[in-house]
């Protein structure tokens, strides 16, 4: 079965750079996610889009923003990297809003230096 | 939001034993999901249940919502099942799902 996709897998960046995080979700699913996993923590929730519009928002800093294109993919951009931004960028896709679970992509790795 | 919080916080068994991890909510919830986190950092989805029970192999979970709470059993565990597992849920009416601070569970030979 298809699953989320998530690219890149790894990607070093400098600071003040920008990144673009790529997230393809599972075919027909109208709702994505993305999370935030720090070294040692918990996922953190960033922001989701429900059918390519801005569904909820969570703790995402004023430098990244994201969007979902009209294939449902979605992009999260990051911009004046911080150190602090290195982490695990999770994204997650579900089929009316979580009723039926969430599924979770294999992540990108950022790593700022 | 809502509070997660997961029991114990570390956990280290011998191979072939077996354990029970503990997930505590603070508020209704209408999704709950395990994962496990493995050394590579994937999330792999274990169980959705919001509600009962489910088994899967040598996993099964069971949710009891009107308490508020969720169990997730290993039984005779294996080196690979180490990891970190977590817990999350969805509140009623909510869409984004809240993580515990997870179980880390260390498997020795």
């Known amino acids: 079965a298809a699953g989320v996709i998530q690219s890149p897998r790894h990607l070093i960046k400098e600071k003040r750079e920008t990144a673009t995080l790529k997230c393809y979700p599972i075919p027909r699913h109208d709702t994505v996610y993305w999370y935030q996993q720090g070294p040692g923590q918990d996922p953190q929730f960033l922001i989701s889009?429900?059918?390519?519009?801005?569904?909820d928002k969570g703790s995402i800093p004023d430098r990244f923003s994201a969007q979902q294109f009209s294939d449902y993919h979605s992009e999260l951009n990051m911009s004046s990297l911080e150190l602090g931004d290195s982490a695990l960028y999770f994204c997650?896709?579900?089929?009316?809003?979580?009723?039926?679970?969430?599924?979770f992509g294999s992540g990108t790795r950022l790593t700022v230096v | 939001g809502i509070q997660v919080e997961q029991s114990p916080p570390d956990l280290i068994l011998q191979e072939g034993a077996n354990s029970t991890l503990r997930c505590n909510f603070s508020?209704?919830?209408?999704?709950l999901q395990w994962f496990h986190q493995n050394p590579w950092g994937q999330l792999i989805n274990l169980f959705y249940?919001?509600?009962g029970t489910k088994q899967n192999g040598r996993l099964s979970a069971t949710t009891v919502a009107t308490e508020r709470y969720s169990l997730l059993y290993i039984s005779s565990s294996q080196t690979t099942d180490s990891g970190v597992y977590f817990c999350a849920v969805e509140r009623v009416n909510g869409n984004q799902f809240y993580f515990g601070t997870g179980t880390s569970l260390t498997v020795i030979p």
């Open positions: 249940i919001p509600s």
């Open positions: 889009f429900y059918e390519k519009m801005q569904s």
């Open positions: 997650a896709s579900s089929l009316d809003r979580g009723n039926y679970g969430y599924t």
């Open positions: 508020d209704s919830v209408n999704n």
